[in-house]
């Protein structure tokens, strides 16, 4: 019973909370730190290898709107996967405070990718009031670099890169301020405590006294080549504007004819060039600001500005790469942050990936000064050391759905969440756009773009990326997992590195298929038609498969159809030279290479006869089921492309011309003839090309515009598609269909084949976050391989169920 004059003590309760997720490097521990100081709660926060620990006390009440607060609430660059809560003895404490990060323990917390500049950044760096003003390295918790300057884990300042610049007493109070914007903001800096930007122009090997930014517009606008180091490594580039320059950075570069990627100032530098649509102008603008893919208008205006011409930035491709800029030194750059009397600010630049051809991207400084001195006039360097290169992503618009065709800047470590948990492993991926895929439990992380595995410097940037990728994400691999092609550089890598532990292979249109899966969380044990196009991929007979209609689950598959064998000539040969894979379909087809169509009279004379004696004894001529191999082939016989001096350059310019004809209806002369049983136990059904290319070679002859067969073409393709899924449909009950392979990177192709396949009642699954190309490989490699002990390698591989 109470007693008279007492009362009874407010009840105070005390809760841990573990919050897991991208918590670390976006502003958490502060944002916690506001909400349990404006609910009036008692306690602590701490950084762990497992995520953030908070602790709070108060009453219930309040304790409760703090736990309901944290996610949706949550800073803009977080992203929370779990929140768990136990009650604690309360303590009696008062005040609350961030306590240091507690290092012990497994590292199990994910880290926040880099992210493009924000707003408040932006105002402070164009004000002329503000001590950051133009500063060139101006960022806060909610934008800047995080996973490009990580060297370990929890998120501190002292495991990044910035650990070698002390904050100066001003820095040093914004650090220590709850109110400010720059709490516990990691990478922060000012003009007093660094890092610096200087330029180094080639002729006297050292920086100069100007401002480096005014002093690198003023080459640019002289038409200099200039090395620019940015969050995940170096761009090499030029005014877009003048012609000279870009021709002469493709010829230093051994471009070819391979687009270059452009950067803005804003949107409405770019409008002139291509059609922008709301989701475009979304990714253009957002955080993550990747290369997008955005299709270009018919007519280019030219005029002080513009860009002059299109095609020597982009030749022959429907497509025009542009991206926004996402670090200070590019706004500065590009006179978005700065208006004034300073030297003018360029429009349009040229921003290309800063390397020699076919290496990896320049991350060091000394390093760009060497490997780069071939290809620049002048660096814009900063000595802000980059820990994990990281090349811009790219991504392009599918009915209205962003498609990730290169996973890496702003997008890499997210994780991928599973379906179900694997095993640790380590999936190495293909050797063309090569991505490793590290995993366990219910988490995979894809690493950031490699590149393509034949250089010995790339396969060394594989090792160091993948022992970073381990220490970030605590995953220690006892599993790991390749393609079946017995000669990929990656393969032999992971039978080096195995360290006695087992070795998995999986095949690579399985793969795909799986990989898709995945990203879409189907479940275990579902069955669905897999259509897998792509250039090249090993096949369990032998050939080289890529035209492949798979009934497939992550246990393994069947193939169902796949598109007709024919020679591949001469191997990588026939790939660079596309008239040779016409050629070898017209004689498969029993179409007599007249020197009246273009890909015959593309062939040297002293080539044909030698090719056709190949192509009768077989020689060289592994046979192919390559859809990647067809779509050069017609790009050779309609002239749109006879030698591609990049992976896919007859493809696209293919797909360019079917964008400019216009034509809708399909041609019923141009079709697949379907040979075989459509039974799921019988031989696998072929579809032949032959009808389809004696109907291409009609055209061609009657003088029909390459761009209407083009058109035909794809449709024709389209139909192929509708027509197998249907019969597998029929034989298997299968009423889902997953489109994968590079090929499907093909917007032209991929939505004409989701709108038939909608229409026949299926459901689609089509890549938007994975690449479909082999960037999204080592994903599906892992899921097929990591959650059943069938997957180590006995010698066989995974192969077709039987």
Not at 10 to 38: E, I, K, N, S
Not at 243 to 272: C, Q
Not at 637 to 655: D, K, P, W
């Amino acid at each position: 019973m109470q007693r008279a004059g007492t009362e009874l003590a407010a009840p105070v309760r005390r809760t841990r909370v573990m919050v897991r997720g991208v918590v670390q490097g976006v502003g958490f521990r502060p944002y916690l730190y506001g909400l349990a100081t404006d609910l009036g709660l008692a306690g602590q926060v701490t950084n762990t290898g497992d995520g953030v620990v908070v602790e709070v006390e108060g009453e219930p009440e309040a304790v409760d709107r703090f736990c309901a607060r944290i996610v949706p609430d949550a800073p803009p660059l977080a992203h929370v996967e779990s929140v768990n809560t136990i009650d604690l003895p309360a303590t009696g404490g008062s005040g609350f405070t961030i306590v240091p990060s507690d290092t012990a323990g497994p590292v199990q917390t994910l880290v926040a990718p880099d992210t493009a500049t924000c707003g408040d950044c932006l105002a402070e760096l164009a004000n002329p009031a503000d001590r950051r003003h133009r500063h060139p390295f101006i960022t806060c918790t909610h934008c800047g670099p995080r996973f490009t300057i990580v060297t370990g884990l929890p998120y501190d300042r002292e495991h990044t890169t910035m650990a070698g610049f002390p904050l100066c007493p001003e820095c040093a109070r914004e650090y220590h301020d709850p109110a400010d914007r720059r709490f516990h903001a990691q990478p922060i800096a000012c003009p007093f405590c660094g890092p610096r930007l200087r330029l180094v122009v080639t002729d006297t090997g050292a920086g100069i006294e100007e401002d480096p930014v005014d002093a690198a517009r003023s080459l640019l606008a002289a038409g200099a080549i200039l090395a620019v180091k940015g969050i995940g490594g170096y761009h090499l580039a030029c005014d877009a504007t003048q012609p000279e320059a870009v021709a002469e950075l493709r010829r230093r570069k051994a471009r070819g004819d391979k687009p270059f990627a452009l950067m803005a100032g804003d949107v409405a530098g770019i409008e002139h060039l291509v059609h922008v649509g709301p989701v475009e102008r979304e990714l253009l603008t957002g955080r993550v600001r990747p290369i997008v893919l955005l299709r270009r208008r018919h007519a280019v205006r030219r005029g002080p500005g513009r860009l002059a011409p299109a095609d020597a930035v982009a030749p022959g491709s429907p497509d025009l790469g542009v991206m926004l800029p996402y670090t200070p030194v590019h706004h500065l750059l590009l006179g978005t942050a700065h208006r004034g009397t300073r030297p003018a600010a360029p429009r349009l630049l040229v921003m290309t990936s800063g390397n020699v051809s076919g290496e990896p991207i320049v991350t060091d400084d000394d390093e760009a000064l060497d490997r780069l001195a071939g290809l620049a006039d002048a660096w814009l360097l900063h000595d802000r050391p980059i820990h994990m290169p990281c090349d811009d992503s790219v991504v392009r618009v599918c009915d209205s759905r962003a498609l990730v065709l290169r996973r890496s800047r702003g997008y890499a470590p997210l994780p991928v969440t599973l379906p179900f948990p694997v095993v640790p492993a380590l999936a190495v991926g293909g050797d063309l756009k090569n991505v490793f895929c590290l995993a366990q439990g219910d988490k995979a992380w894809l690493s950031a773009h490699i590149g393509d595995m034949d250089d010995l410097a790339t396969q060394r940037a594989f090792g160091r990326a993948e022992r970073q990728l381990e220490s970030i994400t605590g995953v220690r691999p006892g599993l790991l997992v390749t393609d079946t092609h017995p000669a990929y550089r990656s393969g032999a890598w992971a039978r080096r590195d195995a360290d006695g532990r087992p070795v998995a292979r999986v095949q690579h249109h399985h793969a795909h298929i799986a990989a898709v899966l995945a990203e879409h969380g189907v479940e275990d044990g579902r069955r669905v038609i897999g259509v897998a196009f792509d250039g090249t991929g090993h096949g369990g007979d032998g050939a080289v498969w890529g035209g492949e209609f798979l009934l497939a689950d992550y246990d393994g598959f069947s193939r169902f159809a796949h598109l007709a064998y024919v020679p591949l000539p001469g191997g990588d040969a026939a790939v660079r030279r596309p008239y040779r894979m016409a050629l070898a379909h017209l004689r498969a087809a029993g179409v007599t290479a007249d020197q009246d169509l273009p890909c015959t009279a593309a062939c040297p004379p002293d080539e044909l006869p030698l090719l056709l004696r190949q192509l009768d004894r077989g020689l060289n001529c592994v046979p192919t089921s390559s859809m990647g191999r067809l779509f050069d082939a017609v790009s050779s016989l309609t002239g749109v492309c006879h030698h591609a001096g990049y992976e896919a350059q007859a493809a696209i310019e293919l797909e360019a011309a079917a964008v400019s004809s216009g034509v809708e209806d399909e041609d019923p002369r141009y079709a697949f003839r379907l040979t075989g049983c459509e039974r799921p136990d019988a031989a696998p059904l072929a579809a032949d090309p032959a009808p389809l290319l004696a109907a291409v070679v009609d055209d061609v002859r009657l003088g029909v515009p390459a761009a209407v067969v083009a058109a035909r073409f794809h449709l024709a393709v389209a139909r192929l598609v509708r027509t197998v899924c249907a019969a597998a449909h029929e034989a298997a009950g299968l009423d889902t269909v997953a489109l994968t392979g590079g090929v499907f990177a093909n917007v032209l192709l991929s939505s004409a084949c989701a709108r038939g396949l909608r229409a026949d009642g299926f459901t689609v699954l089509r890549h938007q976050r994975i690449p479909p190309n082999d960037g999204g490989l080592a994903l599906g490699q892992l899921v097929v391989a990591a959650r059943a002990a069938a997957g180590v390698d006995d010698g066989r591989g995974s192969a077709p169920r039987e």
